[in-house]
């Protein structure tokens, strides 16, 4: 069983940046695919970003690209979300998720633990 702490929400001003961080714990962390997604307000849970846990590949989400980047310490049993030109429609629950092994995927049915979630808000 793995569980996984989100942490470094909060409020920015729009052109923000802002660091999430997740720490896992209970599992071989490099075994899993880590990823990150969010839900805002009367909207479904969306994919955000991932880290493959066997090649290291990235994928983002076509409106976060270039302003987001995630990465993962297999040491410390971490995956960070660095933000940036943060933008009022990113204002959402950001949640940590892993997959163990397996292809990497956008779904959120393809992973198998999640996180509690950590609000992020971005004023115009």
């Known amino acids: 069983q793995v569980q996984l702490v989100e942490s470094g929400g909060g409020l920015v001003q729009a052109g923000g940046s802002l660091r999430l961080s997740c720490a896992a714990s209970?599992?071989?962390?490099?075994?899993?695919?880590m990823a990150w997604f969010r839900q805002a307000p009367g909207q479904e849970r969306e994919f955000v970003a991932l880290?493959?846990?066997?090649?290291?590949?990235?994928s983002y989400t076509d409106s976060v690209k270039g302003r987001f980047t995630i990465s993962r310490d297999n040491a410390k049993n971490t995956v960070d979300l660095q933000m940036t030109s943060l933008k009022p429609e990113d204002t959402a629950v950001y949640y940590c998720?892993?997959?163990?092994?397996?292809?990497?995927?956008?779904?959120?049915?393809?992973?198998?633990?999640w996180g509690q979630g950590t609000q992020v808000t971005v004023s115009s």
């Open positions: 998720a892993a997959r163990y092994r397996g292809l990497a995927g956008t779904g959120t049915s393809e992973y198998h633990y």
């Open positions: 209970g599992g071989t962390f490099s075994r899993y695919t």
């Open positions: 880290m493959a846990w066997s090649t290291g590949t990235t």
